[in-house]
């Protein structure tokens, strides 16, 4: 997930940025709205954009526009970051697409729980699969709690089926099932759908070590019995690394 910092204070970019890195993300930086413009015009893609308001050149309401004609405004969601409070400028933000506002000086954990919150609403179909149902509807009910919407298979075959099907952002799969294995399926999902995120899961870890799994390509790895919390840290964590498309 790359997000965009576009602000021309020193101070405040470089903390936002070490914020952003030392939490797994990977930013670029942008002085002005034009060159904010010409790195989203270079084609990379941007997942989310930090966006001061007064800049050298214009202020940040134009790049907000710009957003909007091109159509961009839902696909690079926008977070206001200013030292002004007032509710016309809030609330002009908000008129002009931002979905959040930020007051500097930029506290880190607001600025991740904001960034957590995009990347819940902006990837959420999770297929999980495993053949144990009570794994199933214990992970499903542990992300359906943030806010992340599931879907889940007993089997690497139906697990196919659904991805053909639907859309899908990221999978969690168990490594020992019966049928087909879920190293067979993490080689078959990264051969037909080379961006989509893989996390394993397994009860036999010293079967299958961290190293091994993640040398055959998996995006992350969990061992059983595992908590709640790890597994949350763990989908927002892939999802912060890997693009969907």
């Not at 957003?67 to 970051?81: A, D, G, N, T, Y």
């Amino acid at each position: 997930m790359k997000i965009l910092i576009v602000e021309d204070d020193k101070v405040s970019i470089k903390l936002v940025d070490s914020i952003l890195t030392k939490n797994g993300y990977e930013t670029r930086l942008a002085e002005s709205v034009k060159e904010a413009i010409d790195k989203i015009e270079t084609g990379e893609k941007i997942s989310l954009i930090i966006l001061d308001i007064r800049l050298q050149d214009k202020d940040g309401f134009s790049l907000l526009v710009y957003l909007k004609s091109k159509k961009l405004r839902k696909e690079i969601p926008v977070i206001m970051c200013s030292s002004a409070e007032d509710e016309d400028t809030v609330m002009q933000s908000i008129n002009l697409g931002a979905i959040g506002y930020m007051k500097k000086p930029v506290k880190s954990e607001i600025l991740l729980s904001k960034v957590g919150e995009i990347i819940t609403k902006k990837y959420k179909n999770i297929l999980i699969v495993d053949d144990e149902k009570m794994i199933r509807d214990l992970l499903g009910a542990t992300l359906e709690r943030q806010g992340f919407d599931t879907v889940t298979a007993e089997s690497g075959v139906v697990a196919l089926k659904v991805l053909d099907s639907r859309h899908i952002d990221a999978v969690i799969s168990d490594i020992q099932m019966e049928g087909m294995s879920g190293l067979k399926l993490l080689e078959t999902i990264k051969s037909k759908y080379n961006n989509l995120p893989v996390m394993m899961i397994t009860g036999h870890d010293s079967k299958y070590p961290e190293e091994e799994i993640n040398k055959a390509g998996a995006d992350g790895y969990i061992a059983k019995p595992f908590k709640n919390l790890e597994i949350i840290e763990a989908v927002q964590n892939v999802l912060k690394k890997c693009p969907v498309s």
